[in-house]
């Protein structure tokens, strides 16, 4: 079984900056995919960055340029850099771990509010 667990959501004024970390334990496949999704009220789930175990990366449309995703393979940690937040970018943000299946985290709020 993996286990996911996230950490440094919050509430920031907009243009601030939030760091999220996540942590996977468990059964872990040395190839594999690791990133971020968040959700908003009303709204489905959608991707904001992903990094595979060979370093690449890819960002959702409206945060590239502000969100930096990186990740320490040997820990199994991977964490989103968010820079010029926006209102919109309020959501709950989830871990995912894609490695013989899909796992996530339980969440974490990420509120842009003045």
């Known amino acids: 079984q993996v286990q996911l667990v996230e950490s440094g959501g919050g509430l920031v004024q907009p243009g601030g900056s939030l760091r999220l970390s996540c942590a996977a334990s468990g059964s872990i496949l040395s190839v594999n995919i690791m990133g971020w999704y968040r959700q908003a009220p009303g709204k489905q789930r959608e991707l904001v960055a992903v990094?595979?175990?060979?370093?690449?990366?890819r960002y959702a449309g409206s945060v590239k340029g502000r969100f930096t995703i990186s990740r320490d393979s040997a820990k199994n940690t991977v964490a989103l850099q968010m820079t010029s937040l926006k209102p919109e970018d309020t959501a709950v943000y989830y871990c995912?771990?894609?490695?013989?299946?899909?796992?996530w985290g339980q969440g974490t709020q990420v509120t842009v509010s003045s």
């Open positions: 995912n771990l894609v490695t013989f299946r899909s796992f």
């Open positions: 990094v595979t175990s060979n370093g690449d990366t």
